[in-house]
């Protein structure tokens, strides 16, 4: 069963920037496509950005224009950079990896935006 390891969140002022890391622990076979979900206190888990395994992406309103994802297949990694952070995306943020036998979540990672 290959695992997700997520890394990279942290604590930073509004308009910040953090780069959150998905690495795979191995080759993610019939993958369609990966995905950053988060989820403040409170909150139930909300999609921010998915990337298909054509290289299509899709972003959430709230931070279209201020976040981007990206993958390096040859390392088996997920990214999101996310540039001007508001106290707004103060989660905690999970990848998962959708395939045809189901999905694969990592662990979360903190993200606290102060203002």
């Known amino acids: 069963q290959v695992q997700l390891v997520v890394s990279g969140g942290g604590s930073v002022q509004a308009g910040g920037s953090l780069k959150l890391s998905c690495a795979a622990s191995?080759?993610?076979?019939?993958?369609?496509?990966m995905n950053w979900y988060r989820q403040a206190p409170g909150k139930e888990r909300e999609l921010v950005s998915t990337i298909a395994s054509n290289g299509a992406t899709w972003y959430t309103d709230s931070v279209k224009g201020r976040f981007t994802v990206s993958q390096d297949n040859a390392k088996n990694t997920l990214y999101l950079q996310m540039n001007s952070l508001e106290s707004e995306d103060t989660a905690v943020y999970y990848c998962q990896a959708v395939t045809t036998l189901g999905a694969i979540w990592g662990q979360g990672t903190q993200v606290t935006v102060s203002s």
């Open positions: 191995g080759y993610i076979l019939n993958r369609r496509a």
